[in-house]
């Protein structure tokens, strides 16, 4: 999954009758924090 910030999820999952269900949950690259730019109107 790629997120808004710039990095990519990964999930790695399984499940069964003697564990349930596991999730393996990972992040790559770096994020991206966007500065918001701000207009003022006169």
Known sequence: LHE????????EYHA???T????NVKREGHAK????EYHHHH
């Open 4 to 11: 808004p910030d710039g990095t990519v999820r990964i999930v």
């Open 16 to 18: 069964d009758k003697k």
């Open 20 to 23: 349930g269900f596991n999730a």
């Open 33 to 36: 924090h966007i500065v918001p």
